[in-house]
């Protein structure tokens, strides 16, 4: 009863936690869907506000100056007939007062005629008869302008014509008409109500627009995020390929290029553990063999007892060996806030270190030799950094010929400080050199036993040389050598 009590919550909290994460993702799709939407709507509604308004300026403006257009040339005409019948001087002409009066009607407004004197002789209006005008557009024709004034929001357009006497030189008179734009308000609103129906016909057609589009835009991110699920419950399965926008197509390369890293570091990391097994069961495999013989024979001769126990105390040290180097990896595999920088002169630290190593060197008849191009002195730790020149060069005399040499070069510039280790021994074969640094990895794996070798020296060393910021190259031939260049800033910064 309790336990299937507790199995039952349990997948009552399973199935709530599932359902939370899947609302959780719904409503990341909505933000996305909503910002694709809002982008959207933004850059279509803001263009088609302008466009609309543009449009709605230049038709009213193109209206205004069509109907100025026409009201001048009709204008014209009328003062041309005012003109030849010489109604400035005689205005009783029946004629013209009739087409003064109907221009007057056409236009819904009024037409005032003023002589040369200034005096109002025709007032459709009859307001200012008989009255002065001297007004600036008066004033302006009997100068021979013609005048138009018109500003947006008056209600009515004003024309000022000279009237020519007979010999078309003297301005003898002055007409002027005010025509009503009433006819032009009325289509400039329905020119307005058309265009605001539009905008509610675009819009709407952008509200669905966009809708659509951002549906279609979220869809491959969708199945990028199924693809990621999916690779969530096996980290290491298929890759994704998810190429609708170069964006989508770019995060499933940038995931599948991840995807492949880490491939690589989990077949890394199988490999190390398989070598990490093997490296520490052969030492205790032999010491159980040397043992077991041992205790195989009841008499056993003191000299065959002592090479047993030579042989296993050996295999410890080989053990033991194999356990500081590994305990050294994980050291350096942690921050590098624990090296312990101090300034050193790295002249002193590689003569040091050579020093010890030149009885090995002796037993090979290998030559060790220093080159100091010029004095060093940079910031790096000074047991870390002696183990990883020692490294390089106690492989540079294991592994090399006897009778040989061993060159180790000092030199530096404003920045960094350069170590090459050089030697004319065996070399390392062309498909074998990007393994070197991999931890157990071993060219000659019986020459690298029979050397003393764990396979862990120069992944120390890398690890050592990355943890001061710098850098480690090899140059290698098959029997003609190797060397191995290392570039270590002068000054380190964590």
Same mark, same amino acid.
């Given at each position: 009863?309790?336990? =299937?009590?507790?199995?039952?919550?349990?997948?009552? *909290?399973?199935?709530?936690?599932?359902?939370?994460?899947?609302?959780? /993702?719904?409503?990341?799709?909505?933000?996305?869907?909503? *910002?694709?939407?809002?982008?959207?709507?933004?850059?279509? &509604?803001?263009?088609?506000?302008? +466009?609309?308004?543009?449009?709605?300026? !230049?038709?009213? #403006?193109?209206?205004v100056q069509s109907r100025i257009a026409r009201i001048q040339n009709q204008w014209m005409i009328v003062a041309n007939q005012v003109s030849k019948s010489g109604y400035v001087d005689n205005p009783q002409n029946e004629v013209i007062d009739s087409e003064l009066e109907q221009m007057a009607r056409l236009q819904d407004g009024r037409v005032i005629v003023v002589n040369k004197s200034f005096r109002t002789i025709k007032d459709t209006y009859e307001i200012d008869k008989d009255k002065y005008n001297i007004s600036e557009a008066v004033l302006q024709c009997f100068s021979g302008e013609t005048k138009v004034n018109y500003k947006q929001g008056d209600r009515y357009l004003d024309f000022a014509q000279p009237i020519y006497g007979a010999d078309n030189t003297e301005v003898v008179g002055v007409m002027l008409l005010s025509s009503s734009t009433s006819s032009l308000d009325e289509l400039a609103e329905k020119l307005e109500v058309r265009i605001r129906l539009l905008e509610m016909i675009e819009f709407a057609i952008i509200i669905v627009l966009s809708a659509v589009l951002s549906s279609l835009m979220v869809r491959p991110f969708k199945r990028i995020a199924a693809s990621l699920n999916h690779a969530a419950e096996d980290p290491l399965g298929e890759e994704i390929k998810v190429?609708?926008? $170069?964006? &989508?197509?770019?995060?499933?390369? #940038?995931?599948?290029?991840?995807?492949?890293?880490?491939?690589?570091?989990? %077949?890394?990391?199988?490999?190390? +553990? =398989?070598? $990490?097994?093997? %490296?520490? /069961? !052969?030492?205790?495999? =032999?010491?159980? @063999?040397? #043992?077991? =013989?041992?205790?195989?024979?009841?008499? +056993?001769?003191?000299?065959?007892?002592?090479?047993?126990?030579?042989?296993?105390?050996?295999?410890?040290?080989?053990?033991?060996?194999?356990?500081?180097?590994?305990?050294?990896? @994980?050291?350096?595999?942690?921050?590098?806030?624990?090296?312990?920088? !101090?300034?050193?002169? $790295?002249? %002193?630290?590689?003569?040091? &270190?050579?020093?010890?190593?030149?009885?090995?060197?002796?037993?090979?008849?290998?030559?060790? +030799?220093l080159e100091s191009f010029r004095p060093v002195v940079a910031e790096v730790d000074k047991t870390k950094f002696t183990l990883a020149v020692s490294n390089l060069v106690e492989n540079a005399i294991k592994y090399n010929n006897r009778d040989g040499w061993v060159k180790v070069s000092l030199n530096a510039d404003h920045k960094f400080f350069y170590v090459k280790v050089a030697d004319n021994g065996i070399g390392i074969p062309p498909d074998a050199q990007e393994h070197v640094f991999e931890r157990f990895y071993r060219v000659d794996k019986a020459r690298s036993r029979e050397a003393g070798g764990t396979g862990l020296g120069l992944a120390i060393t890398k690890s050592i040389i990355y943890s001061h910021h710098g850098a480690i190259k090899l140059y290698s031939r098959e029997n003609e050598g190797t060397t191995f260049t290392v570039r270590v800033p002068l000054i380190y910064i964590a």
């Open positions: 009863m309790i336990r =299937s009590m507790y199995i039952r919550n349990g997948a009552l *909290a399973i199935f709530s936690k599932d359902k939370k994460n899947k609302e959780q /993702k719904q409503n990341r799709f909505k933000s996305l869907r909503l *910002a694709w939407f809002a982008t959207l709507m933004l850059f279509g &509604t803001v263009p088609m506000f302008i +466009v609309n308004h543009v449009i709605y300026v !230049t038709s009213t #403006a193109n209206e190429g609708s926008f $170069v964006e &989508t197509r770019r995060v499933s390369e #940038a995931y599948n290029k991840t995807l492949k890293q880490l491939k690589r570091l989990d %077949e890394s990391r199988q490999q190390f +553990v =398989s070598n $990490v097994s093997h %490296e520490l /069961k !052969t030492p205790i495999t =032999s010491i159980r @063999v040397l #043992a077991d =013989s041992l205790m195989s024979q009841e008499e +056993v001769p003191v000299e065959l007892y002592r090479e047993f126990m030579g042989d296993i105390s050996e295999e410890i040290d080989r053990e033991s060996q194999i356990i500081e180097d590994l305990l050294s990896l @994980v050291r350096l595999d942690k921050s590098s806030t624990e090296l312990n920088i !101090t300034q050193m002169n $790295v002249n %002193e630290l590689l003569e040091g &270190t050579l020093k010890r190593l030149r009885p090995i060197a002796r037993q090979k008849n290998v030559d060790l +030799v």
